[in-house]
């Protein structure tokens, strides 16, 4: 198919949505999205959601375009919905249903056989961790039980592109490790999934692509390699037997910056990480000092996303 020759499985351009109220939640957003996985971050309130309800056509922006695999999502929507799947941040099922049954339904509404809509029902269910509850009404499954459902159904036409919603959210720390590995395997399949998130510990390992919006504004867009570059001044936890010695040291360097004393801790930032981790130990030792610990604080990622969140935030009004 032609599509396989497209660059980027999902394009938007100049994105806006304003409701009735004045309020814009999505301003302008422009973005390529390739296949792999894509996440896209971004604190509470910042356009996530609406954002993913526009790319699968469930609203209507104000102004703007998107095409999935070159179809527009407004003036070719049905070839564009058939190349989607999606699990909204509060996924809805029937409660007196079991997994297969409601799976199944979903599949023949998808445009599956009876026997196919079976056959994917099962696949889907064993790969989501639900076989053994296969069975059980949903009304009596958990809310990380619901979840994976909700992924599981997202999948059942086999799309090209699948948007999901904050999909890890309901998960306990043991089945947010194994969705996300899950959701790292579609994207080596060839996939396009795009992922919302508030949660940057489990982005790091498994995104391809990063986009961060705040205020319905695209802040910065990358690979996290490329993002981390972007540094400008990572905060390192330093633990010595003389925190205050040490803190009066370090404001003498001209790259230690918003220096601070916490118990037995200084916390300082820097640009010039080098010179920063060789001049601690020189001023340790010139003052016979232990060094029980010197290490950054958070990763990288987290960082880069903090700085992006604060010139955001600078920039409104």
Excluded at 207 to 231: P, W
């Amino acid at each position: 198919m032609a599509e396989n020759w497209l660059a980027y499985a999902v394009e938007i351009v100049g994105l806006t949505k304003t409701y009735p109220n004045g309020f814009t939640a999505v301003s302008g957003l422009t973005l390529n999205i390739p296949k792999g996985v894509f996440v896209l971050l971004g604190p509470n309130g910042a356009g996530k959601t609406t954002t993913v309800e526009i790319l699968v056509g469930a609203i209507k922006p104000t102004s703007g375009t998107v095409r999935i695999l070159g179809h527009d999502i407004l003036n070719d929507a049905i070839e564009a919905r058939r190349r989607i799947g999606y699990l909204p941040q509060n996924p809805a099922a029937y409660d007196e249903m079991s997994a297969a049954r409601f799976l199944i339904y979903m599949g023949k509404l998808s445009g599956l056989s009876s026997s196919e809509a079976s056959t994917k029902a099962e696949e889907l269910l064993r790969w989501v961790g639900l076989e053994d509850w296969k069975r059980s009404p949903i009304g009596h499954y958990s809310a990380g039980m619901r979840q994976r459902l909700g992924v599981a159904q997202s999948l059942v036409n086999d799309p090209e592109v699948v948007f999901l919603d904050e999909p890890t959210a309901r998960l306990d720390s043991l089945a947010k490790q194994d969705m996300v590995e899950r959701l790292k395997q579609l994207g080596r399949e060839g996939k396009c999934v795009f992922f919302s998130s508030q949660t940057l510990s489990e982005v790091e390992s498994m995104a391809d692509q990063v986009a961060v919006i705040s205020n319905g504004k695209l802040v910065l867009q990358g690979s996290v390699e490329e993002l981390t570059r972007r540094v400008e001044a990572a905060e390192y936890r330093i633990e010595v037997s003389e925190p205050n010695v040490l803190a009066k040291e370090l404001e003498a360097l001209r790259f230690a910056t918003d220096i601070r004393v916490e118990n037995s801790a200084v916390l300082v930032r820097s640009k010039e990480h080098e010179k920063l981790w060789r001049a601690v130990p020189g001023i340790v030792s010139l003052h016979g000092m232990e060094l029980r610990l010197f290490m950054p604080v958070g990763t990288k990622l987290e960082e880069t996303y903090r700085e992006a969140l604060e010139k955001a935030r600078g920039t409104v009004g």
